[in-house]
């Protein structure tokens, strides 16, 4: 198993930036891929960005972030980072890091990070 760490939510004005971080424990069974999700109380959980822990780097995100957010890896640190840049109001939600791992076949979760946009 993994532990995640998140860390860098917090409060911005709408056209502000932040950059949050996922820190995941060292394993013995490799990760494939990490990423955020984000939920809004009463609201579907949304997949926002995703990027593979591998040679080959492939990133995901959702249309809703298109050009907004970045998402990268630092794999020497077991870490990806989410550059979540021109906020909206509506990126306002709890985000949550997720770790997949093939051996499992399941994802491991983050604690969560408040990001709160608003003027």
């Known amino acids: 198993q993994v532990q995640l760490v998140e860390s860098g939510g917090g409060l911005v004005q709408p056209g502000g930036s932040l950059r949050l971080s996922c820190a995941a424990s060292?394993?013995?069974?490799?990760?494939?891929?990490m990423g955020w999700y984000r939920q809004t109380p009463g609201k579907e959980r949304e997949l926002v960005a995703a990027i593979t822990i591998v040679r080959d780097t492939n990133t995901h995100y959702a249309d809703s972030v298109k050009g907004r957010f970045t998402i990268s890896r630092d794999n020497a640190k077991n870490t990806v980072y989410l550059q979540l840049n021109s906020l909206k109001p509506e990126d306002t939600a709890v985000y949550y890091c997720?770790?997949?791992?093939?051996?499992?076949?399941?994802?491991?979760w983050g604690q969560g990070t408040q990001v709160t946009v608003s003027s």
């Open positions: 997720y770790a997949f791992l093939p051996y499992y076949a399941r994802n491991f």
């Open positions: 060292r394993s013995p069974f490799s990760i494939e891929t």
